[in-house]
């Protein structure tokens, strides 16, 4: 979970989701990280050549954004800054990476990730452009639908190849 809010209110909004145990609140390193603390322990991002000549972006500290990544759950108080060089990251790392946004200022990880979500009613055109699904409700549950008819489309598809 990725939000601006401050530290106390995301740890309990996440707690009261799911998306976080009590046990990792303390326990486990890096579970909950404010944007500052994970912008100076990755180093944020360079910009490398591929074999191409065409320049991409890698996170600086790799070694630490591993770390990190194994068990963070909450990213308080982070800049849309933070949320692309997590997507950047973890794209780096090999995993598929979905994101949610409505803002003008998500549009950069909306579009770095595979699979972006904006919402329909309150996102900015801007986020709706950068998006590869629109949530015409703006309900997080219309998410769970799209998965579910993304599988049945990719089951069908396989069957008739």
């Not at 303390?26 to 050549?49: P, Q």
């Amino acid at each position: 979970m990725v939000t601006g809010d401050n530290l106390d209110t995301a740890t309990a909004i996440a707690l009261n989701a799911g998306i976080l145990r009590n046990e990792e609140e303390a326990k486990v390193k890096y579970a909950c990280m404010t944007g500052k603390d994970f912008r100076e322990t990755c180093e944020g991002l360079v910009k490398l050549s591929d074999e191409g000549g065409k320049l991409k972006e890698a996170i600086k500290n790799k070694k630490a954004f591993r770390d990190i990544a194994k068990n963070l759950k909450v990213l308080a108080r982070s800049t849309p800054e933070d949320k692309y060089t997590l997507v950047t990251g973890l794209k780096e790392l090999g995993k598929v990476v979905a994101v949610t946004g409505d803002g003008t200022n998500d549009a950069p990880a909306l579009k770095k990730a595979d699979v972006g979500f904006a919402m329909g009613i309150t996102g900015t055109e801007v986020a709706k452009e950068a998006s590869d699904i629109i949530l015409l409700d703006d309900n997080f549950a219309s998410i769970v639908t799209a998965v579910k008819w993304g599988r049945n489309i990719y089951t069908n598809v396989r069957k008739f190849l």
